[in-house]
């Protein structure tokens, strides 16, 4: 099994930075005989390569019947092929020094490898992946196996404060909507899971068309390509497209919730459906929320809750874009007897926010530290696949990457005022609170 049965909404929260001409990244493009995507940076600098499989499998394609279906399918990839064992899929990437791996959120789930760049050890360690992705086996023993230590998992986040919170909150913003599907993963759901629905699953989303295939590494173009059709050949034939996923309509008003946990903390959650990945209104909302509470220390939030009236020890904001709008969420913990205290003044600072956007000094400062962060965001190989296989997800262009900082150089305070203003509302925010019941 991959190291986690769920990585969650690990969405890709982003703040780029600066790019010059000479650091802009050369990514190749093209599709396979078979319909697949693939993205392709070509990186000497060590004898690795990197490559990631994406698919349009994430929570949003489960049943609304049986959430959790896409989760175990992706886990159940390295439980044994046709040909191996799970175990010995293991012992063969310990002998070719390969390392594998597995991630979903919402929206995708794919699978990453990373191997020598020379052909003795990168041929049978791509093979070995062609393999899995193309005629896994699903054992019904392990299938069992991965539902006990989802179940377990669970139960286990049910003692987990800020978890049920997120997980609350998204149920509140997204309603009946797929991308709360993995918000409505529960016990029952999870034991009526069949291996026919596994099947069903894989056969459905994990084909060529909507694959999205990732390469950073040392090695050619006509090895990329060759790569990528050996990856992507054999994989199910899938219906020609999937149902659109529906828009998102933001609520007039926000929902609110109260869950009951003992303790001394009482955790907060505020939330409302903003940002999509091809949003017009992306860069002034980013950089905006730099300011309001995404900036650490430096945010209007921290210095207002924390560093002013020291009611939390941290509180944030971000947001979270995806096809259609994704999250704006803003999170902090607090006394159970200051949670009042606090749920207001992050109410006042986020109004006059919204009214007021920042002040001019406030978004020089975001602006150089996006800016001037960037650097370390693509610092290795594994840093810059996450970036090219979003591209990739979203069709979005190269320049979106390579032109990033320009982006950001050019958001003007009107900018920021008017797209607050217009896209977000104190009253369209969802709040649940997970402690103790308030005083009447």
Do not use: C
């Amino acid at each position: 099994m991959f190291a986690n049965w769920r990585a969650g909404a690990a969405l890709l929260l982003i703040s780029l930075g600066w790019l010059t001409p000479a650091q802009a990244v050369d990514i190749q493009r093209w599709q396979t005989a078979h319909g697949a995507k693939v993205l392709f940076v070509a990186s000497h600098d060590n004898p690795l390569l990197d490559v990631r499989v994406d698919f349009d499998a994430g929570n949003r394609r489960d049943s609304a019947d049986k959430p959790g279906v896409s989760d175990l399918t992706l886990t159940l990839l390295d439980a044994g092929t046709d040909a191996l064992s799970e175990e010995a899929i293991k012992a063969r990437l310990a002998d070719l020094a390969a390392q594998l791996s597995g991630s979903s959120d919402i929206e995708r789930a794919g699978v990453g490898l990373r191997t020598l760049s020379d052909p003795a050890q990168r041929e049978p360690a791509l093979a070995l992946l062609a393999d899995m992705l193309a005629r896994p086996n699903f054992p019904a023993a392990l299938l069992a196996r991965e539902k006990a230590q989802m179940l377990t998992a669970l139960r286990e986040a049910e003692d987990d404060p800020a978890g049920r919170g997120e997980r609350a909150l998204r149920r509140l913003m997204y309603g009946a909507h797929p991308y709360a599907l993995s918000a409505r993963i529960n016990a029952d759901s999870v034991r009526r899971i069949s291996r026919d629905d596994v099947l069903r699953f894989w056969r459905a989303h994990y084909t060529a068309r909507r694959a999205v295939v990732s390469l950073v590494g040392d090695i050619s173009r006509a090895d990329a390509e060759r790569i990528a059709e050996q990856l992507t050949a054999r994989l199910p034939a899938g219906a020609d497209a999937l149902k659109p996923i529906p828009p998102v309509s933001a609520p007039a008003q926000g929902g609110r919730e109260q869950l009951l946990h003992s303790g001394t903390q009482t955790h907060l959650f505020l939330g409302m459906p903003v940002l999509r990945r091809d949003d017009p209104d992306y860069f002034p909302l980013l950089v905006g929320n730099y300011v309001l509470g995404g900036g650490g220390f430096d945010s209007r939030l921290m210095k207002e809750v924390r560093d002013k009236r020291g009611l939390t020890y941290g509180v944030s904001s971000h947001f979270s874009p995806m096809e259609q709008a994704g999250e704006f969420e803003i999170a902090l913990s607090t006394r159970n007897a200051q949670a009042d205290t606090a749920l207001k003044v992050v109410e006042d600072t986020v109004a006059q926010f919204i009214a007021e956007g920042p002040s001019e000094d406030e978004l020089a400062q975001a602006k150089r530290h996006i800016i001037g962060g960037f650097p370390l965001r693509l610092d290795s190989n594994l840093k810059l696949m996450g970036y090219v296989s979003m591209l990739g997800q979203y069709d979005l262009p190269n320049e979106w990457l390579n032109r990033y900082p320009d982006k950001v150089a050019a958001v003007t305070l009107a900018q920021v005022r008017d797209a607050w203003k217009r896209r977000l509302s104190l009253a369209a925010l969802s709040q649940v609170r997970v402690g103790p019941k308030p005083a009447p």
